[in-house]
C-alpha cells in the first residue's frame, strides 16, 4: 500500500458504529447500559443504537429478526452475509455518487423521510457489506 495515497476529500467518514448481533434485544440492551454505561438512543424493531461515547454508537441487533432487514443474517452467517460497520459521513449524497461513480457495488439510498436519516450499503471487493449513514435528521 503505498503511504502517499490520501482519502478523497469529496465526503469525511465523521463516525464508526459497530453492529453486534444478540440473541435477546432487551437483556442485551440492559446489559450494555448496565455494565458499559451505554444510553438507549434509537430502539427499532430487532434494532437498537447505543451511546458510547458522543462519537461512538453500538448497535444491538437481533440477526433473525426480519429477513427484509439489512441485518438479517439467518442460521448461517455466509449465506446471508450482513454488515457490522457503519460509516457515519457528513455527506451521504456526494459519497453515493462517489463511490457508483468508482463502481463500487453500492445499494439503494433509504431513509429520506426518516428521522433515523439516509443510509446506504456497499460492498468492498471481497463481497464484505458496510453501511454509509448521514447521521439522524433534527426535525425540531
Same mark, same amino acid.
Given at each position: 500500500?503505498?503511504?502517499?495515497? !490520501?482519502?478523497?476529500?469529496?465526503?469525511?467518514?465523521?463516525?464508526?458504529?459497530?453492529?453486534? *448481533?444478540? !440473541?435477546?434485544?432487551?437483556?442485551?440492551?440492559?446489559?450494555?447500559?448496565?455494565?458499559? /454505561?451505554?444510553?438507549?438512543?434509537?430502539?427499532?424493531?430487532?434494532?437498537?443504537?447505543?451511546?458510547?461515547?458522543?462519537?461512538?454508537?453500538?448497535?444491538?441487533?437481533? *440477526?433473525?429478526? &426480519? %429477513?427484509?432487514?439489512?441485518? =438479517?443474517? /439467518?442460521?448461517?452467517? %455466509?449465506?446471508?452475509?450482513? =454488515?457490522?460497520?457503519?460509516?457515519? +459521513?457528513?455527506?451521504?449524497?456526494?459519497?453515493?455518487? &462517489?463511490?457508483?461513480?468508482? /463502481?463500487?457495488?453500492?445499494?439503494? +439510498? !433509504?431513509?429520506?423521510?426518516?428521522?433515523?436519516?439516509?443510509?446506504?450499503?456497499?460492498? &468492498?471487493?471481497?463481497?464484505?457489506?458496510? %453501511?454509509?449513514?448521514? /447521521?439522524? +435528521?433534527?426535525?425540531?
Amino acid at each position: 500500500m503505498n503511504n502517499s495515497t !490520501t482519502i478523497s476529500s469529496n465526503f469525511l467518514v465523521t463516525e464508526i458504529s459497530i453492529g453486534i *448481533p444478540v !440473541t435477546d434485544l432487551q437483556k442485551s440492551v440492559e446489559w450494555y447500559e448496565k455494565n458499559l /454505561g451505554c444510553k438507549l438512543i434509537a430502539p427499532i424493531s430487532g434494532i437498537a443504537d447505543l451511546q458510547l461515547t458522543p462519537q461512538q454508537i453500538i448497535t444491538l441487533f437481533t *440477526p433473525n429478526f &426480519d %429477513q427484509d432487514s439489512c441485518w =438479517y443474517a /439467518g442460521e448461517n452467517y %455466509q449465506e446471508n452475509p450482513h =454488515y457490522s460497520i457503519t460509516m457515519q +459521513v457528513n455527506d451521504i449524497d456526494k459519497l453515493f455518487i &462517489d463511490l457508483k461513480n468508482k /463502481g463500487v457495488r453500492v445499494g439503494e +439510498v !433509504t431513509g429520506q423521510n426518516s428521522s433515523c436519516g439516509k443510509t446506504f450499503l456497499f460492498n &468492498d471487493l471481497d463481497g464484505n457489506r458496510f %453501511q454509509a449513514w448521514g /447521521g439522524y +435528521v433534527n426535525k425540531g
